[in-house]
């Protein structure tokens, strides 16, 4: 299915560049669109966090967006290459910005970068959690800490010992399968944006993160359609202030 893109990229859009979007490691980086043009099929973007090499192939970059199509939000993307980097884009306001044009192929077609971008927890955007386990139910912050999230995962830190005894889920082993409840927090907003159950797996352990915790990586293998939006917009709403936040102190 083909979209039409004048309808989905235009000025004011947040979107997401991602790297090397069809192998085991993509990484992700957001912006804002600035201005298009549509007959020439080029975009100006703000000037990522992750600056995009002028040399970048358009096998190795795509220019995502989430849209609502037929009463559905999904992910659209399409092949880019970076042709022009501009230091002082001149905004509305007249203020200088630092921007890139670039130039996408057609045709736009829905698109998965789940694994691309992981949000780290701050002072604004948090996830409480509390986990069912071996009969027993553990929570945030008290038992663990949710270090970042993704539209695929989470990464979990436990402590090795809780007083002098070893963490109950310092066992855990990789392919074990739980149940997790999830409450995605904005600060500015009472309440939680969203609360609901997913299935997880532990991924990865990482004895060594430090000399007192363990890093748990969780794979999300069940959630409901409807709760994967929440927090599909929940993770594209946080990157897209966090760029405006540090466009404003550079």
């Given at each position: 299915?083909?979209?039409d893109?004048k309808?989905?990229?235009?000025?004011?859009?947040?979107?997401?560049?991602?790297?090397?979007?069809n192998?085991?490691?993509p990484?992700?980086?957001?912006?804002?669109?600035?201005?298009?043009?549509?007959?020439?099929?080029t975009?100006?973007?703000a000037?990522?966090?992750?600056?995009?090499?002028?040399?970048?192939?358009?096998?190795?970059?795509?220019?995502?967006?989430?849209a609502?199509?037929?009463?559905?939000?999904?992910?659209?993307?399409?092949?880019?290459?970076?042709?022009r980097v501009i230091?002082n884009?001149?905004?509305?306001d007249?203020?200088?910005?630092?921007?890139?044009?670039?130039?996408?192929?057609?045709p736009?077609i829905?698109t998965?970068?789940?694994?691309?971008?992981r949000?780290?927890?701050?002072?604004?955007?948090?996830?409480?959690a509390?986990?069912?386990?071996?009969?027993?139910?553990?929570?945030?912050?008290g038992?663990?800490?949710?270090?970042?999230?993704?539209?695929?995962g989470?990464?979990?830190v436990?402590?090795?010992?809780?007083g002098?005894?070893?963490s109950?889920l310092s066992?855990?082993k990789?392919?074990?399968?739980?149940?997790?409840?999830?409450?995605l927090?904005?600060?500015?907003?009472?309440?939680?944006?969203?609360?609901f159950?997913?299935?997880?797996?532990?991924?990865?352990?990482?004895?060594?993160?430090?000399?007192?915790?363990?890093?748990?990586?969780?794979?999300?293998?069940?959630?409901?359609?409807?709760?994967?939006?929440?927090?599909?917009?929940?993770?594209?709403?946080?990157?897209?202030e966090?760029?405006?936040?540090?466009?404003?102190?550079?």
């Amino acid at each position: 299915m083909e979209f039409d893109v004048k309808k989905i990229f235009f000025p004011s859009v947040g979107v997401n560049l991602v790297f090397n979007m069809n192998t085991d490691c993509p990484i992700s980086t957001s912006s804002i669109i600035y201005d298009a043009d549509f007959d020439k099929q080029t975009i100006i973007i703000a000037q990522p966090n992750l600056p995009i090499p002028p040399n970048t192939k358009f096998e190795q970059l795509h220019l995502t967006t989430l849209a609502h199509i037929n009463q559905r939000r999904l992910r659209i993307g399409m092949y880019c290459r970076p042709i022009r980097v501009i230091n002082n884009y001149a905004m509305t306001d007249g203020s200088p910005a630092k921007a890139i044009e670039i130039q996408y192929r057609l045709p736009a077609i829905e698109t998965n970068i789940r694994s691309a971008f992981r949000l780290q927890m701050n002072t604004k955007y948090a996830v409480k959690a509390q986990i069912a386990y071996n009969g027993q139910k553990y929570r945030t912050p008290g038992d663990f800490k949710i270090k970042d999230i993704s539209f695929s995962g989470l990464g979990l830190v436990i402590l090795e010992k809780k007083g002098k005894r070893p963490s109950p889920l310092s066992d855990l082993k990789t392919g074990t399968k739980m149940i997790m409840g999830l409450a995605l927090v904005d600060r500015d907003q009472p309440g939680a944006i969203g609360t609901f159950p997913v299935q997880i797996q532990v991924a990865r352990i990482n004895m060594n993160y430090s000399k007192t915790d363990t890093l748990i990586g969780l794979k999300i293998i069940n959630i409901a359609r409807e709760n994967d939006e929440v927090l599909n917009q929940f993770i594209h709403t946080a990157q897209i202030e966090e760029l405006k936040r540090i466009s404003k102190q550079s």
